[in-house]
């Protein structure tokens, strides 16, 4: 079983809709990062929290350390959200060099 | 503009041959790592570096060899020893050991 877990895997969407997309872990950890990647391969960061809740425009991300869940929100989906989105933990008393990956959600959001 | 320059985008490697990627960084970090990504897997560690002329193994190192020379350029280098290097690698930096990460566009490596 993989450390790091994320669901769903594939995941379409029509345009405006609220999505959400789920990683669960089972390692205690120090920080979780929540990633971009682009058809063309390139990765973006969008969050790296350790508690409760942040937001950057359209997107929220939601963590509980207790539950070892997180979540990332998408408000009001537009084809251009359309991309892989992983999510990555430091393990406790780890740093980035220790980051350990999910295996990404591959998000398509249709006209 | 900032940012972690790859290059090339596509390289393609024959057998017995090494092949060197190019990752070069004007973001002033002092940390620059390198990550292989297969399909269906999550990214994985193969060397990183947390300053000038030092370097560490990371996960699957085995066939490959970096150096840090300067604190902008960090390449990588796929030796004949790697038997399967075809992959998508990416390059990334960050200011400190616990700090957001910033990430190249990827070189895509295939064997002829």
């Known amino acids: 079983k993989n450390e790091v877990e994320q669901s769903p895997q594939n995941l379409t969407a029509q345009e405006g809709e609220f999505i959400t997309i789920n990683c669960s872990y089972s390692?205690?950890?120090?920080?979780l990062h929540w990633l971009q990647q682009h058809p063309g391969g390139g990765i973006v960061s969008l969050f790296m929290?350790?508690?409760g809740k942040k937001k950057h425009g359209r997107l929220i991300a939601t963590i509980n350390i207790q539950e070892k869940h997180s979540s990332l929100h998408i408000t009001a989906s537009h084809p251009r959200d359309s991309a892989v989105y992983i999510c990555?933990?430091?393990?406790?008393?780890?740093?980035?060099?220790?980051?350990?990956f999910g295996t990404g959600t591959l998000l398509a959001v249709q006209p | 503009d900032g940012g972690i320059t790859q290059s090339p985008k596509y390289l393609f490697r024959k057998e017995g041959q090494n092949v060197t990627l190019s990752c070069e960084q004007n973001?002033?970090?002092?940390?620059m790592y390198w990550y292989r990504q297969d399909p269906g897997q999550g990214l994985r560690l193969i060397y990183y570096?947390?300053?000038?002329?030092?370097?560490q193994k990371g996960d699957i190192a085995e066939g490959y060899s970096v150096s840090r020379e300067k604190k902008e350029s960090f390449p990588l280098t796929v030796t004949s020893a790697q038997k399967n290097p075809t992959a998508f690698y990416l390059c990334?930096?960050?200011?400190?050991?616990?700090?957001?990460?910033?990430f190249g566009s990827g070189t895509q490596l295939s064997v002829l």
């Open positions: 990334a930096s960050s200011m400190g050991q616990r700090e957001k990460l910033f």
């Open positions: 390692v205690g950890i120090s920080a």
């Open positions: 929290l350790s508690s």
């Open positions: 990555a933990v430091i393990p406790l008393g780890g740093a980035t060099n220790k980051l350990i």
């Open positions: 973001l002033n970090h002092d940390a």
């Open positions: 570096s947390q300053i000038v002329n030092d370097f």
